[in-house]
C-alpha cells in the first residue's frame, strides 16, 4: 500500500499545480518533508518484508535467523517487542538458552531444564 501511494503521489504531482487547485486536490496531499519521510518508510518496510518472507520458508537455516537479528540491531526500537528478552516469547529461558547454544556459552539451570 506505501508502495503504491508513492507511484499515485507522484502521478498526481505531473498533473500540475492549477488542476490540482481547481479540484481542491492540492490540500489533501503531502508536503515535501512528509513524502520523503514515506519514501524512507518505504525502503524500510520492503527490508522487512524481505526479512519476514525469508523467516516463514521452510528451508530456513540457522544463518537466516540471524539476518533477522541483525535488523532489530538496525533499529533499537525493535528490541523491547522482537529481542531475544521481547514479551511475545513463550518460553524465555528455551529461547535464550537456544541462542547461548549457539554461541556456545555456558547455560544456567533453568535454560538447562527446558
Known amino acids: ?59 530456513l537455516t540457522m544463518p537466516a535467523v540471524r539476518l533477522f537479528d541483525q535488523v532489530v540491531k538496525e533499529y533499537p526500537a525493535l528490541k523491547s517487542r522482537h529481542g531475544a528478552t521481547a514479551q511475545i516469547g513463550n518460553n524465555p529461558h528455551l529461547e535464550q538458552g537456544l541462542v547461548k547454544l549457539q554461541r556456545e556459552e555456558a547455560l544456567t539451570i533453568a535454560e538447562r531444564s527446558v
Do not use: C, N, W, Y
Not at 6 to 25: K, M, N, P, S, Y
Not at 28 to 48: C, G, W, Y
Open 1 to 59: 500500500m506505501v508502495a503504491r501511494f508513492v507511484e499515485l503521489q507522484l502521478a498526481i504531482t505531473q498533473l500540475g499545480h492549477d488542476l490540482l487547485f481547481d479540484h481542491e486536490v492540492q490540500p489533501l496531499l503531502l508536503r515535501r518533508a512528509e513524502h520523503e519521510r514515506v519514501k524512507a518508510l518505504e525502503k524500510d518496510h520492503i527490508k522487512f518484508e524481505g526479512v519476514t518472507q525469508a523467516l516463514q520458508k521452510s528451508s
